[in-house]
């Protein structure tokens, strides 16, 4: 009979944690640990675009290449995430002589830490460990979910308990190649927490058999899910834009025929600049039933954590989303500039950093006051986020000198100064 592991929460904070392997397993397990704060070290030859983002924030250190003993110097902790039980074998070799703890994805057995099912509300982190059963701990995981929801106030995320008969992950999990009609929910995820996806959607992700996720969705909520379920990186689908969104929909459509409960998790909201609407018309032209669950936009949300109320008493009646990833000038474009400087509402401009001087610039000459209260907000609603505060006439100026990247949310208008004395 082997003994119990015996549970432990790590502080991690500041600590050098070693991640071999840049795939669906490290894009799933990396941002619980930039979470709790670690110096994470990535190792592998290719990464997930979800992993590289983290890269090019500089929330972690990658080395392109494979892995060598020497990389566990100082290491705390190291997760394995590769397939090659050989190349597993290896790291964890090198973690014992090293004593190091080494949690592994690919073998369980011969692992010397691991990973639990975790749910967080707020401070609470409730982790649970079922014995080397990763389905077990999920389910019990769920059914604490649950509890600490209603006792909390908040609805309850349903199907996942003891007495909730065929709808929670293990239901969901038996459905996958049985000949059980599938489904496909376009879930919006919300602005980048992950407490702000809401409870329907974050049900229909613990059911989910496939989900197929966006670059920008919130990491955490990944790694909640079951080692079993297909996660297909959307970002990472070749071709140019067209052809991915073709390809996106072609996995939804084969994966529900399948019979499997496929959840498409996009950023924010699906429709709000998103693709959702074609997805939709692919499933239901396949004969796909399809549920939307909207979404957190950041449109708002982003606005409101920084301070800022899209509209407010007196000050602005009315507010405007456009998309900036085109620039005014472009016969591409289908937005209407001159008309949007001439209102007096806020305007909220969402994937527009890249032609931010161009949009300014019109706005100002086509009558919009440069010296109209402008905000930028890099990462909105996560630990990474940045404000930036500057006026419409030299916004895009201020946004290069300090280095702001997307995604970043730019509003304009009085409202940007409505709660400064708050």
């Not at 050098?16 to 619980?32: H, K, S």
């Not at 909520?221 to 996660?231: A, G, I």
């Not at 201020?398 to 409505?418: E, S, Y």
């Amino acid at each position: 009979m082997s003994a119990n592991p015996y549970p432990l929460g790590l502080r991690l904070a500041g600590r050098p944690v070693v991640v071999v392997g840049g795939g669906a397993v490290a894009t799933r397990r990396v941002p619980a640990l930039l979470d709790a704060g670690a110096d994470v070290l990535l190792v592998s030859p290719e990464l997930t675009p979800a992993l590289r983002a983290h890269v090019d924030a500089g929330r972690l250190r990658w080395e392109p290449r494979r892995f060598v003993p020497a990389d566990l110097d100082g290491a705390w902790l190291v997760q394995v995430a590769v397939d090659d039980r050989a190349a597993a074998a290896v790291v964890s070799s090198a973690a014992a002589e090293r004593r190091i703890f080494c949690v592994r994805a690919d073998d369980r057995a011969a692992a010397t830490a691991w990973t639990p099912a975790v749910t967080r509300h707020g401070p609470v982190t409730v982790a649970v460990l079922g014995g080397g059963d990763p389905r077990r701990a999920m389910t019990v995981r769920d059914a604490v979910r649950d509890l600490l929801s209603a006792r909390t106030g908040r609805a309850p995320a349903g199907g996942t308990t003891a007495g909730s008969a065929g709808r929670g992950p293990a239901a969901a999990g038996s459905a996958r190649g049985g000949g059980a009609p599938g489904r496909v929910a376009l879930v919006g995820a919300g602005p980048g927490d992950p407490e702000l996806i809401t409870v329907k959607g974050w049900r229909l992700l613990t059911e989910a058999n496939v989900v197929v996720a966006d670059r920008l969705v919130p990491g955490l909520l990944l790694d909640e899910l079951r080692p079993d379920v297909e996660l297909v990186d959307a970002s990472k689908i070749p071709y140019g834009p067209s052809r991915a969104q073709e390809e996106i929909n072609r996995i939804l459509v084969d994966r529900a025929l399948a019979g499997n409960a496929v959840v498409r998790l996009k950023g924010g909201d699906p429709y709000v600049f998103g693709r959702g609407g074609e997805e939709l018309l692919a499933c239901a032209g396949a004969g796909v039933p399809v549920t939307v669950v909207p979404g957190v936009t950041s449109a708002i949300a982003v606005p409101a954590v920084a301070g800022v109320p899209v509209t407010h008493r007196a000050v602005a009646h009315e507010f405007t989303v456009v998309s900036g990833h085109v620039a005014p000038d472009s016969p591409a474009s289908l937005v209407r500039w001159e008309s949007l400087a001439g209102l007096r509402g806020t305007l909220v401009v969402l994937m527009g950093l890249k032609n931010l001087a161009a949009i300014s610039a019109t706005l100002v000459a086509h009558g919009r006051p440069a010296d109209t209260p402008a905000i930028v907000v890099q990462e909105g609603t996560t630990g990474g986020q940045r404000l930036l505060r500057s006026t419409l006439g030299a916004v895009a100026q201020d946004v290069v000198a300090a280095g702001l990247r997307p995604p970043a949310v730019v509003v304009v208008g009085d409202v940007v100064d409505a709660l400064t004395s708050y």
